[in-house]
């Protein structure tokens, strides 16, 4: 067990250096250019040959089911590799499809993540 003044100590030192990483890096799990190929796709750095799926289940609007699949589609992203890679209006190849069903509509999304 460490002295209590080591922990301070320690806790200074990361408070200290906590804002010279860069605001990217705090959301980047570095798992995506570690596992995936990159390329840069119009000022982003995108991957090239994976996909992330969103769904929607069943809403009451065409618009609440898009708004849902696209939730589904960046939430899942954001737990895989952070939220640097998580917006889908920055995301390369986005496919949306929308379907009415009995009780309203349901949507799903498609598209590589990019940051």
Same mark, same amino acid.
């Given at each position: 067990m460490l002295p209590k003044s080591m922990y301070v100590l320690v806790f200074g030192a990361l408070v200290a250096a906590a804002p010279s990483v860069p605001a990217f890096a705090?959301?980047?799990?570095?798992?995506a250019t570690a596992i995936h190929s990159v390329r840069r796709e119009?000022?982003?750095?995108?991957?090239?040959d994976h996909w992330h799926y969103g769904s929607s289940g069943t809403? $009451?609007? =065409?618009?609440?089911?898009?708004?849902?699949?696209?939730?589904s589609w960046q939430d899942f992203t954001d737990l895989e590799y952070g939220s640097a890679w998580a917006r889908f209006s920055r995301a390369a $190849?986005? =496919?949306?499809?929308c379907s009415p069903t009995g009780g309203g509509w349901t949507c799903d999304v498609e598209a590589r993540p990019c940051k």
């Open positions: 705090a959301s980047d799990t570095g798992l119009r000022g982003r750095l995108c991957m090239t809403k $009451s609007s =065409k618009a609440a089911a898009q708004r849902a699949a696209i939730a $190849s986005r =496919k949306v499809g």
